[in-house]
Structures are given as structure tokens and as C-alpha cells.
């Protein structure tokens, strides 16, 4: 019996389904010059039980026994896994990427302003508590050997649009988010926007995406000095420290284009940053020319009154400060796209013990949420709505127990709730049980002397 998800991909948008069928898993196990011999669990029944799995909430490899009538074991399965390589499961990651970006890149409707925007933002994973994973990633610092798991970071792309996940670039722990950043962000074309939070605002970067030519907004780091005053003095040396001496921009104005609009000069910075080396660093020219502009945000309830941009996207008329405000409003979307990927599929804890295993279910992780995206955006276009309004759980229902070619059009749509604001709260309350602080075999052994006292 063939693995379910073959009629999953024949319902599928043909352009990304065609780089996940039998031939084209087995073109990239041979291009990764893998070998296998003839058996029940080869290369494309493993992957496609892996993306089922997935779906079916990262369920356990002994529940994949059930998922048809096979005739193997759990540990069968697992040594399937573990034969692929991992560069098989990134190649067929990296072609559903670049296919999906040729399929809708000339979609005028998923661009904004005539281009596309991809969101970069970082986020964290959970794994088993293994040596080898503790040691590759590290875990949190507040919590003692043996008494906390392992903590990876992960940068990941998202398309504004469609929520489709461009790249994601895992990291240990104790890393900056942007030595990852030149590993997520490649896959960007020429005239692409990075949009993203404070933290991916330096000159460093601002150059780089520069260099591609390619353009960023991102939102001011909270320690840049920004000065809207027109012809301000400023320029290098002028953040340095002097006793009675006011502390000005190190950047030097260019032109004010309206209240709180301006361009300036940023210089390069004589310290690399730690997450670019010494060389690559050299490489990058000694100014840009950037935008600054600022606005006040009136929506009630919301954190943020006040908001400051940084973006390479200079011309006024072409960019209205105001359309820059949505654009960077819609940043937001990142935080559901990524409750999506962690919370629906259940990404937030992953389960393999190895670091070779945790970055292969990285890569189907990926496979299966573009996968969902896919049909959501293929549902929204028939029901007439935007991708972001399709329930992403009801897709994913839809497509663990869709038989035949039932309609795309009874996957649920959200309400629009635009504007909604909710208290950063959780009202269930959690077990009442102390924190471990000690090693679970410690905490055994104390428990059983107690009894053994008693």
C-alpha cells in the first residue's frame, strides 16, 4: 500500500508537488550519491512516512507503523531515518525553496510596491537531554546540568504573502542571531526586502543586503542616537563620550524628506561586529546611505507609541513614510507564522537524540509546513481571501484525513480581526510541582532512602 501522502501531493499546486514525488526524492539520493538496495522502507517510503509523521503532530515512530498496512517495526523505521543522508533531506528542501519562489514570483499580488518581502526573524527549539546534543548547542545558563534540555536558535525566512518558509538556519544557544543571518537570508533575489525587528539593524548588515543589492527595513537598534533636527551636526567620533558633551549622531545628514524623514550617512563602524569576520568585514565599503524616519502608533492598547525605521528603500515619493508603517505592521505576522510552525506542527520540542537526526526533522519540519502552505494558498485563491486568513490546523486536519479529491473550499477561514489586541497572559495554571534541581538519578536515590528510613 503506498504511503498517503501520494494522493496528498497529486491535490497539490503540480509546480511544488513535483519536488517531493518518487522520482525526484530518488534523483536527489543520487545526486548526494546515495546508494540503496531494494526494500520496503527505500528513500521515498522513509520520507514520506518522516513528512506524515510530521503532520500527524510529530507523533511517535511506532505510531507510523499504523499509518497503513505495513509490515515493519518502529526501530525498523528509525534505522530508515538514520541510512538517508542529510543532505538529501536539505536538497529536497532547498528545490521546494527555489521552486516555490519561480512558481509565484511573478505574482504582482503577492509584491509589495513591486517587491517581495521576506520577514527574518530568530526563534528557539527544545531536544532530548544528550550529550551530544548538549555539547553541539548548549542549553539555558539558569539551569544545572541534568536538570534542563538542550536549547538550539534558528533563523527562518518567511514570504510575507504567503507565509511559505524560504530557509531556516539552526544555531547553538549562546550565538547572535545574525551568524546565521547570511545563511538564511541567501536565497533572496536582487530588489527583495528583508523586513525584521531591532535586532537585525547594524551597518553590517545594511551593507550586505546592499552589496546583493537588495533592500532592509528593519526597525532602529535602541542604542543608534537618531537626531531629525535639519542640518545637524554629526559624523564619525561624534557618539564618543565627553564630559558637558552632548552626545550626537554618528551618522551625517543628507536631506529631510518631511517630519521625521530624513537620509543620512552611515559610516562603518572601526570594530567588526562577532558575527562577521575580520575579512568579510573588510569587504564591506565605508558608508551607506540609508533612510530614517519615525511615527507614532495611536492604536490603543498596543506597547509601542513610538516607532523608529531604518530602511535602504530612500526615495519619498516612490515609498511613502506612511506605506513603510504598514509594511513594518505587518511584521507581526512573523510571531503566528512561527506559533504555525511550533505550536500547530509542533516544533517547539523535537525528538531525535542526535545532532544529525535533530537537523534532518529541521528539514521535513520545513518540507511539511510548506506543504500546509501550499494548500492553504491554494484554498484561499478559491475561496476568494487572503493566505493568512486559512486555519492552519484545519489545513493540516484537511490533509492528514482528506480521501479522494475532496474540495479545497471546506478548510475553515478565519475571521479578519484586524487590530485585535490581547493581554500577553496565560490563564490555565500549571501543575503545582517544585522545579528540578538536581539530576533525575540524584533525586531517585534520595526518594528511595526516604522510603527505605521510613
Known sequence: MPPRIVPILNRLRQDLASEL??????????????????????PVTTIYLFILQILHGNTSCQHT???????????????????????????????????????IGSEADSKWRGHRVWLIDGSS????????????????GNQKRGCGFPVAKFLALFDLATGMLLSVAPA????????????????????DIALGDRGFCSFAHLAILLNRKQHGVFRAH????????????????????????????????????????QVVILYK????PTWISKEEYALLPDEITVRELRYIVHTPGYRVGEVTLVTTLLDASEY????????????????????????????????CETVDGVLKELAVFALAYNLVRSVAGESAKIQG??????????????LVGAEGDEDLSVILINPSRKGRTEPRVKKRRPKQYPLMTKPRAELRKELLGENVAA
Open 385 to 398: 481571501v487572503a493566505p493568512d486568513r486559512v486555519s492552519v490546523i484545519d489545513t493540516v486536519r484537511w
Open 21 to 42: 514525488t518518487p522520482d525526484s526524492i530518488k534523483a536527489a539520493c543520487k545526486e548526494e550519491k546515495y546508494t540503496w538496495r531494494k526494500r520496503l522502507l527505500d
Open 172 to 191: 547553538p544557544l549562546r550565538s547572535h542571531e545574525m551568524s546565521r543571518c547570511a545563511v538564511a537570508t541567501a536565497g533572496m533575489a536582487p530588489g
Open 269 to 272: 563602524p572601526k570594530i567588526n
Open 320 to 351: 511613502p513614510a506612511s506605506e513603510l508603517a504598514d509594511l513594518y505592521f505587518r511584521r507581526w505576522q512573523v510571531e503566528v507564522y512561527f506559533r504555525d510552525l511550533k505550536i500547530t506542527l509542533k516544533m517547539d520540542v523535537l525528538r
Open 125 to 140: 527549539f527544545s531536544m532530548p537531554d544528550t550529550p551530544e546534543l548538549q555539547e553541539a548547542f548548549g542549553q539555558p
Open 65 to 103: 507503523t499504523h499509518f497503513g498496512e505495513w509490515n515493519f517495526t518502529d526501530s525498523a523505521y528509525c534505522a530508515a531515518r538514520k541510512r538517508l543522508p542529510l543532505a538529501v533531506f536539505q536538497r529536497l528542501m532547498r528545490q521546494v525553496a527555489d521552486t516555490f519562489k519561480k512558481s
Open 222 to 261: 535602541q542604542r543608534q542616537i537618531i537626531d531629525f533636527t535639519p542640518g545637524r551636526p554629526g559624523g564619525p567620533g561624534s557618539k564618543r563620550k565627553r564630559p558637558n558633551a552632548v552626545i550626537r549622531p554618528s551618522s551625517r545628514w543628507v536631506r529631510s524628506q518631511g517630519d521625521a524623514d
